[in-house]
């Protein structure tokens, strides 16, 4: 599919529409990709953070981008990965879900996701990789239109993608 790019590198620097976050439940920032995101974005996504208090894992929210060359960020909280009995793939399935959701809702044609949960959460990364394209392609059936590119920040998630879309 030609609306599905996948991208070595920092997500921080794509230029998209909306960049996605793997965020905590606090959404006050962290290590990974979230605290690249916030030391790129600067203190004023902090501010913007704090006004959602708590919200669960599996929940989107969506911020300005500040100075990222992205327009907006979507901080989606993936799940811890304990056993797999705690309903992780679900958690995972609706974080991708509810970032896409917003998507739609901002009327936004382009997302970057990074392989959300794959670093200090733990999930298996060719099980969340599969999870992440399906739940992008049903999505792409009915919005044919948009792009969406996975950006893969480690090399074993890179070679992953590129198996399983290829
Ligand atoms: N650009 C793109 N991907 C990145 C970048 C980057 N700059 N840096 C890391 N990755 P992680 P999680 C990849 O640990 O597992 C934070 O403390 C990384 O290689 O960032 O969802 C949050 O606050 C991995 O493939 O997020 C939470 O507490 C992927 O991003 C917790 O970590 C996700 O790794 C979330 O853990």
Not at 16 to 38: F, K, P, Q, R
Not at 51 to 73: C, E, S, W
């Amino acid at each position: 599919m030609n609306n599905i790019e996948i991208i070595k590198g920092d997500i921080t620097n794509i230029l998209v529409d909306a960049i996605v976050n793997a965020a905590n439940t606090s959404l006050l920032g962290g290590g990974g990709v979230d605290g690249a995101i916030h030391k790129a974005a600067g203190t004023e996504l902090l501010k913007e953070c704090k006004k959602f208090g708590h919200r669960n894992p599996g929940d989107a929210v969506i911020t300005l981008g500040y100075n990222l060359p992205a327009k907006y960020i979507i901080h989606a909280i993936g799940p811890i990965w304990r056993s797999g009995n705690n309903d992780e793939v679900k958690i995972l399935r609706n974080a991708y879900q509810n970032s896409l959701n917003l998507m739609i809702e901002n009327n936004l044609e382009s997302i970057a996701f990074p392989n959300i949960s794959t670093g200090i959460y733990k999930f298996p990364k060719e099980k969340a990789a599969e999870i992440a394209i399906e739940t992008i392609k049903e999505f792409l059936e009915k919005y044919n239109d948009k792009k969406i590119i996975f950006v893969c920040f480690d090399n074993e998630n890179y070679k992953i993608y590129l198996n399983l879309l290829n």
